[in-house]
């Protein structure tokens, strides 16, 4: 079974840093788009970033500039590079790959356990 494991989250002061990172394991053939979602308290879950299998990335507008999306596909691990934190980037924030199994015949969207970012002085 495939699974994402996240890390990285913490406490971080307004205008800091905090790199995330999400390695999936399992049976695994291809992993196609790794993307980063996030949801803050009282608040819908929302698409961050996303990067494809060749590397093309997009963020959403919030984050355009602060927040950097990459990864290592020979280690099957995707990275949130994020910078210049405001409080309004508190959320958890969530793993997310469509991955193909080996002997698959369709990819599965799996989901990682989900990090707590807290922005805060």
Request: aromatic content about 8%.
């Amino acid at each position: 079974q495939v699974q994402l494991v996240e890390s990285g989250g913490g406490l971080v002061q307004p205008g800091g840093s905090l790199t995330l990172s999400c390695a999936a394991s399992g049976s695994i053939s291809s992993i196609n788009a790794m993307n980063w979602f996030r949801q803050a308290p009282g608040k819908e879950r929302e698409l961050v970033a996303v990067i494809t299998s060749a590397g093309i990335a997009n963020y959403v507008y919030s984050v355009k500039g602060r927040f950097t999306i990459s990864r290592d596909n020979a280690n099957n691990t995707v990275y949130l590079q994020m910078n210049s934190l405001k409080a309004e980037d508190t959320a958890v924030y969530y793993c997310n790959a469509w991955v193909r199994e080996v002997g698959a015949l369709r990819d599965l969207e799996v989901w990682g356990q989900g990090t707590l970012v807290t922005v805060s002085s």
